[in-house]
């Protein structure tokens, strides 16, 4: 059996077993007293401004900020590696309709690091505990990335969002989010090919139903509803 793209389907049978982050320097001079006298004083004798500097400070290093690992998508040869944790953005937390849209959006952005890292933690957390599509999510992800197995591909896009930002009769919000997915493969060591998954070539539809709770957005349920 195939396993299917996101959307509400019977977990599919796997097909492999084996394989799948400046110095300020201060100077001073001293006189006579006399003008005239501290005037020639100073011609002199006084150490120029880079002649007074402590060679000791001014060779003080700056500071060299910590690079970071690059990231690199998934291939047939290995998983990705160095995926940055998706961060919700301050408008995804707000309770309005903008905030809404801005949390749909980022719900499909840790559903794309669960697909590339096989952690669907942070997806888990903005979740209901009857998300019919987020059941899915964890059938398809889950045994990509059992033993050294990893997914290629996979990639959602966000088309379009829509809604009435209107207080159901259970106290729900809902927002429609038109999307695609790109195809996927599940991969295994020495670039195993377990099976291929289309994707969502064309686009559907999937229908949140959000509930704001503790400062927070959760999905409560998501549906596809073509």
Sequence with gaps: MIRTSIRPAVPAARLGVLGLAAILVLGGCSGSGEPNAEAAENSSSSPSASESSDPTESASPSATPTPTAAYKPATAEGPAENVPLPVMPELAK??????????????????????????????????????????????????????????????????????????????????????????????????????????????????????????????????AID
Excluded at 170 to 186: K, M, S, W
Aim: proline share 4%; glycine share 10%.
């Design 94 to 223: 707000e309770e309005s309709k903008e905030g809404l849209e801005a949390f749909a959006k980022y719900w499909y952005t840790t559903i794309d690091y669960g697909f590339e890292t096989g952690d669907l933690e942070p997806f888990k957390a903005i979740n209901g505990p009857d998300c019919i599509v987020c059941a899915s999510v964890f059938d398809i992800v889950g045994p990509g990335y059992r033993n050294e197995d990893w997914i290629t591909g996979g990639k959602l896009e966000v088309i379009g969002t829509q809604t009435t930002y209107t207080l159901t009769s259970t106290d729900q919000y809902q927002i429609l989010v038109q999307l695609r997915q790109d195809p996927y493969e599940y991969r295994g060591p020495s670039g195993h090919l377990y099976e291929k998954n289309d994707g969502l070539s064309s686009t559907t539809v999937h229908l949140i139903e959000a509930i704001y709770l503790d400062d927070h957005w959760f999905a409560n349920n998501v549906v």
